[in-house]
């Protein structure tokens, strides 16, 4: 009985991480400087987008000090990448761990991995993996 208890967990894990690896948020998102050379825009303009227009139409969110946008601005589709990041605060509130340790897990692990991206000065994080010091 127990080895089929153990089967079904690792069915569920296996489950848990192809829906995972299907989206992955951090290709889909984008800073003030790469949405300045791909617009053509100042990011001083784009700053301002951000701030009086995009985040109103869930097209862009601010993180830390760092504005992040939705790449594909025109179809947010079922899944909006910008309602699965999370900077370096939300992620230390939501795995009780200090910012610190945070920032050296994406430094040191997780960015190799693809969860995490750094923004300018920001960390972003991908919010759908598990806390990953239990996972080791």
Known sequence: MPNKQANLLFEQEEKFMRA????????HIMDVEE???MMNLQPSTIKDLCRLKLSKEGKAIKKGKTWILNR????????????????????????NLA????????????????????????????????????IF
């Open 35 to 37: 949405a300045s050379g």
């Open 99 to 134: 910012p610190s340790t945070i920032k050296d897990l994406c430094r040191l692990r997780l960015s190799k991995e693809g969860k995490a991206i750094k923004k300018g000065k920001t960390w972003i994080l991908n919010r759908n993996q598990p806390n990953p010091k239990k």
């Open 72 to 95: 594909n601005q025109h179809d947010l589709g079922s899944v909006n990448p910008l309602h699965c990041i999370m900077d370096v605060m939300e992620a230390a509130v939501l795995w």
């Open 20 to 27: 995972y690896d299907a989206f992955n948020p951090l290709p």
